[in-house]
């Protein structure tokens, strides 16, 4: 397995939850808003994680059905308990090899997952074979490149402070497509059209830095699984230095904030 890739932990969906989950599903709810679809559309969902996405768009869009579809077996019990929905089938899959009939979909979507795709057009064309002629497809991932998710950027910069070699495993340089000029291109490259981007930003106030650490020792994702890689005494090295470094406020919180770029093209 590759070094970049070794760390990455995605079948815990609690864990995960606890780590990325949370914070997702912040931005799902901006995220609908700005895509402003009709309701009563059939949907799909291309990596579902634990369903933050999927929630949200039951609550707020009436969707006449959804497929939503993720590799991890853990993380499909997790969404299918989070969302106990008839409307919805949640089912392992294949972002590069859907499972679906042409045409079939008004709809389809993505959140924070076309960066650990190993295909990504084929994702992406994938999508469009399955969209309806003229169905839209959006999806959104984290800006990497940018250090936009400042509590994981605080994490690699302590931990690469520690050991520079950890460099190559910080998500800027494995993801340097997800900005809005990447993302642009990509997604012209798999032949959708008028494509907009926009950013997403939403707060990640942790109640203290327990609440902070806790989500980075329970391994599920790549920064998670970095940490608990480590033997006690460099991750206690690490726990002291995000301690000491973090912003705090009076009451103890660590304010701080993630931004996502959002894409939305026709099929």
């Not at 090899?97 to 709809?107: G, M, Q, T």
């Not at 997952?113 to 169905?135: C, H, I, Q, Y």
């Not at 340097?176 to 291109?185: H, N, V």
């Not at 997604?187 to 939403?202: H, K, N, P, T, Y």
Request: glycine share 8%.
């Amino acid at each position: 397995m590759a070094e970049t890739s070794r760390h990455d932990a995605w079948q815990a969906g609690d864990s995960y939850d606890a780590y990325m989950g949370r914070w997702s599903r912040k931005v799902a709810p901006r995220f609908l808003d700005w895509l402003a679809p009709d309701d009563g559309l059939d949907w799909l969902e291309v990596g579902c994680g634990t369903g933050a996405l999927s929630a949200a768009i039951v609550e707020r869009q009436n969707p006449q059905s959804l497929v939503a579809i993720d590799p991890s077996e853990g993380f499909i019990a997790r969404a299918r308990f989070n969302v106990p929905d008839n409307r919805v089938q949640f089912r392992v899959g294949d972002a590069q090899s859907l499972d679906l009939d042409p045409n079939s979909r008004d709809i389809v979507v993505s959140a924070l997952v076309l960066n650990f795709v190993p295909d990504k057009t084929k994702a992406l064309s994938e999508m469009k074979r399955v969209a309806r002629d003229g169905g839209r497809i959006a999806f959104y991932v984290w800006d990497y490149p940018g250090g936009g998710i400042q509590f994981m950027r605080a994490f690699w910069n302590a931990a690469t402070a520690l050991d520079p070699s950890v460099l190559n495993l910080t998500e800027g340089l494995r993801f340097p497509f997800c900005t809005a000029e990447g993302l642009t291109a990509l997604a012209a490259g798999a032949g959708l059209r008028d494509i907009e981007v926009i950013a997403i930003e939403v707060p990640t106030v942790f109640a203290d830095f327990d609440d902070y650490w806790r989500p980075f020792t329970l391994g599920a994702g790549p920064a998670p699984g970095y940490c608990m890689s480590l033997d006690s005494e460099a991750r206690e090295k690490l726990r002291q230095r995000l301690a000491d470094t973090l912003p705090r406020r009076g009451d103890g919180a660590i304010p701080l904030t993630a931004k996502a770029w959002a894409l939305r093209a026709i099929a």
